[in-house]
């Protein structure tokens, strides 16, 4: 859903999903050499991801100007 529809429910939602996968998919502590850096990288892109989300997250409650205004 996009455009402020359950935005509470979405961001929880990509949390929850993306918090397993990170340490799961991406375990660079486990890697030599060029590998590990490629897997650091992708890492810390989905630790950034996930700090988006809990923005959003945080940010879900306010009212935004362009919303459809469908939520919680």
Do not use: C
Not at 3 to 30: C, K, N, Q, R
């Amino acid at each position: 859903m996009g455009a402020g529809v359950y935005p509470a429910i979405g961001s929880v939602t990509i949390v929850a999903v993306l918090t397993p996968i990170t340490a799961a998919m991406h375990d660079f502590w486990t890697m030599e050499g060029q590998d590990r850096q490629n897997e650091q990288i992708h890492f810390l892109k989905n630790v950034g991801l996930l700090g988006g989300a809990m923005v959003f997250m945080a940010l879900s409650q306010t009212t935004w100007p362009v919303a459809v205004g469908i939520g919680l």
